[in-house]
């Protein structure tokens, strides 16, 4: 279980609320909502990495944030593939033996040698997911994690999401990809200004959404 209650956090200018919010163990929750809604906010709180003002979460296992900009160290593409497990004091072989195979499949595995610096935004993204997998989390959090990615690759990353998800990983993933929120979100929330606009079942948000402001931004009326 992952939940939110009675959560506030301020910043100076924007507060954040949230009333109640759960996500059920081995669920997707799809995040969409306009840029300055808060949707960072909200997973950087979820991930325990903002302390709210107000409020508690409640997480049932270890969470990892996967930001939006990658941050990948100095080093090689392996180093900093492993750099996860080895914080986690992992035995070297079994880092490389987890590692590798998802290097491989995000087409890094020739790479290995590569400072990470020098890759291209894409392969740093990929990069970062497979050291964020590689660590096997109960919840995942990720922002907006295929923003600058190809259409290929989004679909293989989408690939890999739905695999750790049925094996019991926890899923929250902000996007501004209508289509990919509706493919792999089980349930779905709107946010802006702060507020959780309207939270359910991922088809009945897109299909038939209740709040006017969810309707209108689905539609595009509500730019930013
Ligand atoms: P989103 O991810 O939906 O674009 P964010 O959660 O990043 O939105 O930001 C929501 C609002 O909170 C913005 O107005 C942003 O400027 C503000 N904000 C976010 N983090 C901080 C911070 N550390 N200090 C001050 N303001 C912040
Ligand atoms: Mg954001």
């Known amino acids: 279980m992952l939940s939110a209650r009675g959560i506030v956090k301020r910043f100076s200018g ?23 809604a808060g949707k960072t906010t909200l997973l950087k709180l979820l991930a325990g990495l903002e302390q709210p003002d107000q409020g508690s979460i409640v997480r049932g296992g270890g969470a990892v944030y996967l930001s939006q900009q990658p941050l990948l160290l100095e080093r090689n593409v392996l180093q900093n593939a492993v750099f996860g497990l080895v914080l986690q004091k992992a035995p070297k072989r079994d880092a490389l033996d987890r590692v590798l195979p998802l290097l491989e499949r995000v087409g890094l595995g020739e790479k290995l ?3 990470a610096h020098k890759l291209s935004g894409g392969e740093q993204v990929r990069l970062s997911f497979v050291r964020a997998l590689s660590l096997r989390p109960k919840i995942l959090l990720l922002d907006e994690p295929t923003a600058s990615l190809d259409p290929g690759n989004v679909a293989g990353l989408e690939a890999f999401l739905r695999e750790a998800n049925q094996q019991g990983t926890t899923l929250v993933i902000v996007t501004h990809n209508f289509f990919q929120a509706r493919r792999l979100g089980k349930r779905s929330l709107f946010m802006l200004g702060g507020r ?8 009945t948000l897109f299909t038939s959404p209740q709040d006017a402001r969810t309707k209108a931004y689905l539609s595009g009326e509500m730019v930013y």
């Open 14 to 36: 924007f507060s954040l609320e949230v009333p109640s919010l759960s996500v059920l163990p081995g669920s997707c929750l799809t995040v969409i909502g306009p840029s300055g």
């Open 113 to 115: 040698w590569q400072p």
């Open 196 to 203: 959780l606009v309207e939270e359910g079942p991922t088809e």
